[in-house]
């Protein structure tokens, strides 16, 4: 009987112990469970230098002083562009400037234009331009407007014509988005008003008469951030 008393304390002391371990185990904390670091997309940061190129569409009209009415131009236009941004907060500031090959035409339709038709062409234009956007993380709305040059050319038969390049003034906006890396692409729409050129004897008409371009340029750009 005694051997089976000091056998059943034995046993005790060792369910004992054993259910006092597992309770210190039970009280810690299990280990942290190893978790990365949240990554966070930086801001679009719009300063800097650009260039690129751009291509798009104009229409718009000519008029000779001398006709009744005005007549519609219109063509292609490709070139390239160079800028630069600075940016606080939001808001973007930055100066532009491009040059494009033009290929904007129009003729009159009205015989006696010099004993012919009045045409009027322009072969080149090329903007400076100051530029306000505000900065959606990578869109930039923007407005600009500054000034124009471009050449106006004038043709009929038996008449020399003039070909006079001309500075005036444009104003539009555009949308400018960051593709990838140092890559953004742009849509814009500029007003552009070449004024008046001189074209009286060249043209077949008596002196003081004028001819004038406007145009509305549609297009599109790729520029690479410096």
Known sequence: MKNILLASAGL????????????ADLSRPPPPMVTKAPYYVPVYNWTGLYAGINGGYGFGNSNWS????NFNTSGGLVGGQIGYNWQFGQFVYGLEADI?????????????????MCRTKNDFLSTERGRLGYAIDRWM???????????????SPFFTGIDQDKA???IGAGVEFAIVANWTAKVEYLYVDL??????FACGFPAGNTVSLTSNIVRGGINYRF
Not at 12 to 23: E, H, P, R
Not at 66 to 69: C, E, G, Q, T, W
């Open 100 to 116: 494009d090959w033009t290929d904007i035409r129009g003729t009159s339709g009205i015989l006696g234009c010099g004993l012919g």
């Open 195 to 200: 004024g008046n050129a001189n074209c009286s």
């Open 12 to 23: 005790f002391a060792l369910v004992g112990s054993i259910a006092a371990a597992q309770a």
């Open 168 to 170: 005036g003034w444009t």
């Open 66 to 69: 001398a006709l009744p009415s």
């Open 141 to 155: 709305p923007y407005v600009t407007g500054g000034l124009a040059v471009g050449d106006i050319r004038t043709s």
